[in-house]
């Protein structure tokens, strides 16, 4: 990808594949080949956890109606916040996602279009996630020198997908693998599920993970790391969610409420996820001699996973980049970044429509 053109514009972004309602709004200054400036002016999030907590998964119906509702809503903050700037450019999830969900975000973002008179820009949320590398802590565009970076390896995990990616350059991805079954974040809900912990699973896992303590676990707890010798690039989780239950209902229902026991079980569960996803990232990297690592989706939120990524990728030289925690997590920001780089390059799309199933390439 090029970036010629010298433009300054804002950008919002429309995010609606899963449980939130997201509008993000960027700021952005290109000058020839380099992006000069790069702000985030706002980045609302309404969450719909709470309503979807007691099926301990998302409900898509449920999750449709209240997209509906708070769109308008959420739209609204995210430009007040922003200081009401001129929008220059639209940018929607149109892909992977829930199809009824997805539809919401795409025909809002239609309608607004139309009555901006602004182009719209169809983006996939896979590819957004990876691109959220590209803001860093400070909410300003951090990599600029990225030509260096190619090829990368892209490890994609959230709710949803868990894909290995093999990136030539921003637009250019080969899936190498991908989720046979459950996604890493779809375990550790489900694990959570079992243990009577709440959803989403992930954060709940990761903080009982952090209270464990080897000298204080009277329990051995071994659990497996699924596929990850086989020669491929694909990953499946659905058995290791299933030896969580095994173990969990060996257990006396007094053991099973006791804090060592929670700690231990959510340990192991959360290790033998890191190292499946480290262990087949840094085969990617070997067998392609790719410089880069990119996290990218809900999981690389876990504090345990980016300590163990950044300690493997600087043992072997590495380049690892991992968003911000709160670019991790499904986000509009990332959406209006995605959106603005495409439009950099290509002049139309086709028509735009919701595709549940749609793939990066
Ligand atoms: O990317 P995301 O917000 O939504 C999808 O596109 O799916 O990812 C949500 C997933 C959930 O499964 C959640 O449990 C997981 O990300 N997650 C985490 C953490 N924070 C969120 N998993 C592990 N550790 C975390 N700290
Ligand atoms: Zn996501």
Request: hydrophobic content about 40%; some cysteine; overall charge positive.
């Amino acid at each position: 990808m090029v970036f010629s053109k010298n433009v300054k514009m804002n950008i919002l972004g429309i995010e609606t594949s899963c449980d939130d309602t997201c509008v993000g709004i960027i700021k952005v200054e290109n000058q020839k080949s380099r992006i000069k400036s790069f702000n985030v002016l706002s980045n609302i999030i309404s969450s719909q956890v709470k309503l979807h907590a007691k099926y301990g998964g998302v409900y898509p119906s449920l999750a449709k109606r209240e997209h509906q509702r708070n769109l308008p809503i959420v739209l609204k903050k995210a430009l007040k916040k922003a200081g009401n700037p001129k929008i220059d450019l639209l940018a929607v999830t149109s892909g992977p996602g829930l199809e009824p969900c997805l539809w919401v975000g795409v025909n809002f973002a239609k309608d607004l279009a139309k009555k901006l008179k602004i182009r719209l820009v169809p983006v996939n949320h896979i590819e957004a996630h990876i691109l959220a590398n590209f803001v860093g802590g400070n909410s300003k565009f951090q990599i600029t020198n990225y030509k260096n970076l190619f090829p990368a390896i892209c490890l994609v995990v959230s709710g949803g997908h868990t894909q290995l990616i093999l990136m030539k350059d921003i637009g250019k991805y080969k899936i190498l693998g991908e989720t046979r079954d459950d996604a890493a974040g779809e375990c550790f809900d489900k694990v959570a599920r079992i243990l009577g912990l709440g959803y989403p699973g992930g954060p709940v896992i990761a903080a009982e993970a952090a209270k464990f303590e080897i000298r204080n676990s009277k329990f051995e707890i071994s659990l497996p790391r699924p596929m990850i010798y086989q020669k491929n690039y694909d990953f499946s989780f659905s058995g290791l969610k299933t030896a969580v239950l095994y173990d969990y209902k060996s257990r006396s229902p007094k053991v099973r409420r006791l804090k060592k026991y929670i700690r231990t079980i959510a340990a192991e569960t959360q290790q033998a996820v890191i190292d499946v996803l480290i262990y087949k990232t840094l085969k990617a990297i070997k067998n392609y001699q790719a410089k880069t690592i990119f996290l990218g989706g809900g999981v690389a939120a876990n504090e345990e996973l980016r300590k163990q990524f950044k300690t493997r990728s600087s043992n072997s030289k590495i380049s690892f980049f991992v968003p911000p925690k709160k670019f991790c997590t499904d986000n509009a920001v990332m959406i209006a970044l995605t959106g603005y780089l495409h439009w950099l390059k290509k002049k139309k799309w086709p028509k735009i429509k919701a595709e549940a199933n749609l793939r990066i390439s």
